[in-house]
C-alpha cells in the first residue's frame, strides 16, 4: 500500500448492519482490527470517529446511536434504554456528524425531520431544530460551530443558528432535486457542498441565495458521496452510482479528473492530509485514491460481502485529543478531558408536565375553597439552574420560554442542570404567541355556577387563562374599609345570582407621629 504518513490513521466503514475498523497500514495480514454489530438485521447508515480517536459512533435504521471504543468495549447507546426522559427517537437515523470544537455534542437526522442535538456527557437530547418536511439525509457543523446546516429529501437546505435555535437561512436546490449528501468546509465558516439524484453538484457560499458554483448533471447518476479536501477547500471530490469519481477546482466549472470504476460508488471520505481518498462501492469494496498521483487506485480493501454496500466512511483524525487510552475512563475517552464551551442554548424546559399541573392546580383549590381562582404551588414547579425557586407563574414562564432575540454569547453548558425526569418539549409548546387565550371571565363564571363543593375540584389545565393570569385577589386583595370605584381590574356581575364582585386595587397610608 502506498500510505504515508499518517499511515497509523484507522479507517472506519458500516456495511449492512456491520461497523468495520481497517488499519490499512497492515501489510501483510487482515487489515480489520474491529468488527462488531450494533443491532443485528438494522442497517447502519452512518459512522464517525470522535476527537479522541478513541470511540466510534454509528446510526441507523435501530433509531439510536451506538457508541464503541475501538478496544471492542460497547459504551451503550443513545438515547439510554428504559428511560422516561422524552428522549424517545421513533426514527429511522440518516446522518449523524460532532461538533467540531470536541465531542459533547453530536447531532442527528433522519425520518423524523427533525435535526436533534444529543449532549453526550448527559446522555440526552438537548435541543430540536425544525424545518423540514421530509427525511433529512445529512447534518452537519460548520467549521466554527456557529450554524448547522441539514438538508432532506424534499431538496430542502437549512441553516440553524446554534446560538439563538433560529434558521439563519432556508435554501433550495435550483433544480428541485433531491438532495443526499452535504459536506461543510474545513477551513471557511459560509462554504458547503451538495448533491443529490439528478448529479448535480452545488457549492454555497451561505451569505447569498443561490450557489456560489454548479455543476450541472455531472454524474449521469444519483450522487452518493461529496467531500471537500481538509487542506485545500478549493478542491472537492464527488462520487456517484454511475461508477464514477470527479474530483473539482472550485474557480473552474469543469471537473479536473473523472476516474471510473466497475462498480457503482456508495460513500466517500477524505483523510485529514487531503491527499487520500477512500471510496466505497456497492460490491462492498473500499478503493484508495492519492489525488497527488494518478488517477486510478492504488489499492483496493474487500471490507464487506459482494452484496453489502459500503455505506459510510470515516478517517481518525490527524491531530486528536490526546488523552491516556491505557487507563482512561469511558467518559473520558469520549469527551477527553478539557471543558468544551459552546454557543449551542439548550431548549427550555417546561415547569412540569401537564399531568403534574393538572395535579398540583387541583389540590391547591381544595386546599383553599375560599379563592376565586386556582394557584399553583411553588413545589410543582421545577427550579431554574441556579436552583432557586420560582416565586409566581409568571416568572417561571419567562425563563422556560427566553426572547428569540436574546443570543447566548457564550458560557459552558457543564452549569445548565435540567431536571432529568420531565420530559423536554420545545421551547414553542411551553408558551406561544399563537395558541389561542382564551378570556378570563367565562372561567370565573363557571367557578361561581357551580356548586359551592364543586368549585375548586373540576379545575384542569385547559384553563390557560387561569394558569397565565392568576385570579387578582392574589395581587390586589380587598380593603377593609372599602375603596373607589376608579379604575377596576375587573367588573363582573352574575345573571343567574344576586352576588356581585368587584376587586380593586388598594393603596394604603399610615402615618406616624414623630
Known sequence: MNFADPSSALLAAAGGDTVKLFDVSVEPGDPCTLSYTPSPAFHVNSVKWNHTNLVVASAGDDKKISLW??????????????????DNNEESIMAISFS???????????????????????????????????????????????????????????????????????LKDPNNQVLRVL???????????????????????????NPKV??????????????????????????????????????????????????????LAFRDDGWILAAGTSSGRVVFYDVRGKPHPFTVLRAYGSSEAVTSLCWQKSKPVLVNENNCTAETALLGGAVEDSILMPDPLPSATLSTLSTSVTTAGSRNPSRSGPSVEPSSMLAASSGSMPSSLNSSTAEETPLRSSLWAGGSLARLHPPRKYNFKDDMEVFSPLVEVQPITPSLDKLWDEPDGA???????????????????????????????LNPIFEWKSSSTSIQVRIFPVISFQFFNI
Not at 454524474?219 to 464514477?244: E, R
Not at 384553563?463 to 392574589?474: A, D, E, I, V
Request: glycine share 10%; charged share 25%.
Open 183 to 209: 459536506d461543510y468546509s474545513r477551513i471557511s465558516r459560509h462554504l458547503l457542498v451538495t448533491a443529490g439524484d439528478d448529479g448535480s453538484v452545488h457549492l454555497w457560499d451561505t451569505t447569498g441565495r
Open 455 to 485: 368549585k375548586k375540584d373540576h379545575l384542569s389545565v385547559d384553563k390557560k387563562p387561569s394558569l397565565l393570569f392568576p385570579s387578582s385577589n392574589r395581587r390586589y386583595p380587598l380593603s377593609e374599609g372599602g375603596g373607589s370605584d
Open 69 to 86: 471504543r475501538k478496544n471492542g468495549q460497547s459504551m451503550g447507546t443513545i438515547p439510554l434504554a428504559g428511560t422516561d426522559s422524552g
Open 100 to 170: 467540531n470544537k470536541g465531542s459533547r455534542y453530536l447531532c442527528s437526522g433522519g425520518s423524523g425531520q427533525v435535526v436533534r442535538i444529543w449532549d453526550l456527557q448527559r446522555k440526552r437530547c438537548i435541543k430540536w431544530l425544525r424545518g423540514h418536511t421530509d427525511t433529512i439525509t445529512g447534518a452537519m457543523y460548520n467549521c466554527k460551530d456557529e450554524h448547522l446546516a441539514s438538508i432532506s429529501l424534499r431538496g430542502d437546505l437549512i441553516l440553524h443558528n446554534l446560538a439563538s435555535g433560529a434558521r439563519a437561512a432556508e
Open 214 to 267: 454548479s455543476w450541472l448533471k455531472q454524474h449521469s447518476a444519483p450522487t452518493a458521496g461529496v467531500s471537500f479536501s481538509p487542506s485545500n477547500d478549493k478542491v472537492i471530490a464527488t462520487v456517484g452510482l454511475d461508477k464514477k469519481l470527479y474530483t473539482f477546482d472550485s474557480g473552474s466549472r469543469r471537473p479536473s479528473f473523472c476516474i471510473p470504476y466497475e462498480a457503482p460508488f456508495s460513500s
